[in-house]
């Protein structure tokens, strides 16, 4: 399509043809994505592929959210005054995933392939990763 632009002080000349394509649809998920203990017992290293589709539509950067597989639904304190939990999984819409890493997949060589390190995690927590 071409543009012209009308105000009080007259009329442009049209524009430049201009094409528009069709968006482009979502990537493909990442693949291959692995865990792995980082020395210390609160940190893990999260590495994965980058989809072979892209589907038109370029990955530059990843979001790596976590949160507690877990959460306190009731706690009672015990004769001896301990604190007892009992825990179950959120429901639905209960969620707070945490954005722990904005991973830029540019600057990441070919062979290393994107990663992230997850730090100061509580020892004895289940955790939930999205990538």
């Given at each position: 399509f071409r543009l012209?632009?009308?105000?009080?002080?007259?009329?442009?000349?049209?524009?430049?043809?201009?094409t528009v394509e069709?968006?482009?649809?979502?990537?493909?998920?990442?693949?291959?994505?692995?865990?792995?203990?980082?020395?210390?017992?609160?940190?893990?290293?999260?590495?994965?592929?980058?989809?072979?589709?892209?589907?038109?539509?370029?990955?530059?950067?990843?979001?790596?959210?976590?949160?507690?597989?877990?959460?306190?639904?009731?706690?009672?304190?015990?004769?001896?005054?301990?604190?007892?939990?009992?825990?179950?999984?959120?429901?639905?819409?209960?969620?707070?995933?945490?954005?722990?890493?904005?991973?830029?997949?540019?600057?990441?060589?070919?062979?290393?392939?994107?990663?992230?390190?997850?730090?100061?995690?509580?020892?004895?927590?289940?955790?939930?990763?999205?990538?």
């Amino acid at each position: 399509f071409r543009l012209k632009a009308l105000n009080t002080v007259g009329t442009s000349d049209f524009s430049g043809a201009v094409t528009v394509e069709a968006p482009a649809e979502a990537p493909l998920p990442p693949q291959r994505v692995t865990a792995q203990e980082k020395g210390k017992s609160k940190e893990v290293v999260l590495k994965w592929q980058v989809p072979h589709e892209d589907n038109g539509s370029a990955v530059t950067s990843y979001k790596v959210y976590t949160r507690d597989l877990y959460v306190p639904r009731t706690s009672t304190t015990s004769e001896e005054g301990r604190v007892q939990q009992d825990l179950s999984a959120p429901a639905m819409g209960e969620e707070k995933w945490e954005c722990a890493h904005d991973v830029n997949s540019l600057h990441f060589p070919a062979a290393v392939g994107p990663q992230a390190t997850l730090a100061e995690l509580t020892p004895g927590t289940e955790y939930m990763v999205r990538v």
